[in-house]
């Protein structure tokens, strides 16, 4: 990332955000998100980054309404949770075939089953139950917490950011993803219809065939990053 006031892994993954609660613009600053340091696939008619895109990479490369995202990264790579969602448990889950196929693991725990305290069949255009994932629990913004505040972060909110090790085996292609949903409520349950929840992801560094990049962006992706890696911790120098 390169304005996050701790270190972060370079490549990383997901990025998410609820339309319920900032309506209009697809690319209205998101209430809560997963993102990475990798590269951002763009939808249709996208043509660059946006600025909170820019917050967390520097690549951009043309994409489709189907594969737009942050580039999920490759195993043992971080996730930036990043949220300004006060006082509500936030988890990150995924579906029951990325549980059963790739055995993700979030700093080394693996995921449970969440079936019991979803409230409905599936969150809005995704694939329905059975969910996995782990919950991380409320923005703590204290020195004592592992959460830190977003600085110059593109939005006249305050947002916080959790970094998070995410395991896995095998590829993890378009037709998989991960997410993170908010209990807003409070109320222990993740309801489809009340809850915040992210987008789905694109494939994995090295997995499925993300859109082809343009020339400048392909030499980047094909040499996994490490020039853009290399010009990030320059900056910071």
Do not use: C
């Not at 043992?76 to 059963?100: H, Q, R």
């Not at 069949?121 to 959460?147: H, M, R």
């Amino acid at each position: 990332m390169k304005k996050l006031v701790k270190p972060i892994a370079l490549i990383g993954l997901i990025f998410g955000f609820s339309a319920g609660l900032y309506p209009g613009s697809a690319h209205a600053v998101p209430s809560l998100g997963v993102a990475s340091n990798s590269a951002y696939i763009g939808e249709d008619g996208q043509t660059g980054l946006e600025d909170y895109q820019d917050y967390f990479v520097d690549t951009f490369i043309p994409g489709t309404s189907e594969t737009h995202g942050f580039l999920i990264g490759s195993p043992g790579s971080d996730l930036i949770i990043f949220s300004d969602i006060i006082d509500a448990d936030i988890f990150l889950l995924t579906t029951d075939d990325v549980e059963s196929e790739n055995n993700p693991e979030l700093n080394g725990e693996p995921f449970d089953d969440f079936s019991d305290i979803f409230v409905g069949n599936k969150f809005g255009g995704y694939k329905p139950l059975t969910y996995w994932g782990v919950e991380l629990g409320a923005i703590d913004a204290s020195p004592q917490g592992d959460w830190y505040e977003l600085v110059d972060f593109p939005s006249s909110h305050t947002f916080y950011a959790l970094n998070v090790s995410l395991g896995y085996s095998g590829i993890i292609d378009q037709s998989k993803y991960f997410f993170a949903v908010a209990d807003i409520n409070a109320n222990g349950l993740l309801e489809k219809n009340a809850d915040p929840f992210s987008p789905k992801t694109t494939s994995s560094v090295g997995g499925g065939k993300p859109p082809t990049p343009e020339p400048a962006t392909m030499l980047l992706v094909s040499t996994g990053l490490a020039g853009a890696a290399l010009a990030r911790l320059r900056r910071k120098t």
